[in-house]
């Protein structure tokens, strides 16, 4: 069963930076999946932010190409990976509970989600 734990959320002004970190464990097929980043607003359904694939093949919202970058680290020889998104020039539109995410052999698993808010 995958574990997956999101950190890095917090309170920023817009155009500043935040770096999420989702530390994936649990399954052996870990460094093969790809791991996702939604976001959810209040009021608004949960979006797909970006993906980066085993191979680090990334992609990405357009709502957030070009501000948003995603990266893995795969550990190797362990049921372990990280996923990070780097968020810069962030806006107020923005704001949402981000969520890791990841899908293993037919069921979908869920971080808790880190809050971000992008306020002056």
């Known amino acids: 069963q995958v574990q997956l734990v999101e950190s890095g959320g917090g309170l920023v002004q817009p155009g500043g930076s935040l770096r999420l970190s989702c530390a994936a464990s649990?399954?052996?097929?870990?460094?093969?999946?790809?791991m996702d980043w939604y976001r959810q607003a209040p009021g608004k359904q949960r979006e797909l932010v970006a993906t980066?694939?085993?191979?680090?093949?990334?992609?990405?919202?357009?709502s957030v190409k070009g501000r948003f970058t995603v990266s893995r680290d795969n550990a190797r020889g362990t049921a372990r990976a990280t996923a990070y998104l780097q968020m810069n020039s962030l806006k107020a539109e923005d704001t949402a509970v981000y969520y890791c995410?990841?899908?293993?052999?037919?069921?979908?698993?869920w971080g808790q989600g880190t809050q971000v808010t992008v306020s002056s």
């Open positions: 649990g399954s052996t097929l870990i460094r093969f999946l790809p």
């Open positions: 980066v694939t085993g191979d680090g093949i990334t992609h990405y919202a357009d």
């Open positions: 995410s990841m899908h293993d052999r037919g069921t979908d698993y």
